[in-house]
């Protein structure tokens, strides 16, 4: 089984920048396409960015595009979300997810591998 964890999630202030981390056991990664979702408190769980195998195509979503970067090293079995801006909308449990196929999917009911998830605090 694949097991992703990620880390980096904190308390920041509006217009601070911060990257979250995803760790895959293994070598997991050369072959996954990986995403980043958020799910916010009493919010449905919502698709952020997503990343190719080889890290050279991206997609990010709407609400985020602008501030945030997804980039990946594969050598390092990581996947990285690059926050920029912050605001407190922002906040959220931040999942990284994997999914063994080709494509820049934002269903996350096509993801086969989850993240426990690391919390994100922006405040005003």
């Known amino acids: 089984q694949v097991q992703l964890v990620e880390s980096g999630g904190r308390l920041v202030q509006a217009g601070d920048s911060l990257r979250l981390s995803c760790a895959a056991s293994?070598?997991?990664?050369?072959?996954?396409?990986m995403g980043w979702f958020r799910q916010a408190p009493g919010k449905e769980r919502e698709f952020v960015a997503v990343?190719?195998?080889?890290?050279?195509?991206?997609y990010i979503a709407d609400s985020v595009k602008g501030r945030f970067t997804v980039s990946r090293d594969n050598a390092k079995n990581t996947v990285y979300l690059q926050m920029n801006s912050l605001k407190p909308e922002d906040t959220a449990v931040y999942f990284c997810a994997g999914r063994q196929g080709s494509g820049l999917i934002q269903a996350g009911e096509s993801y086969d591998y989850w993240g426990q998830g690391t919390q994100v605090t922006v405040s005003s």
């Open positions: 990343i190719s195998w080889r890290g050279s195509s991206t």
């Open positions: 293994g070598r997991t990664l050369s072959t996954t396409t």
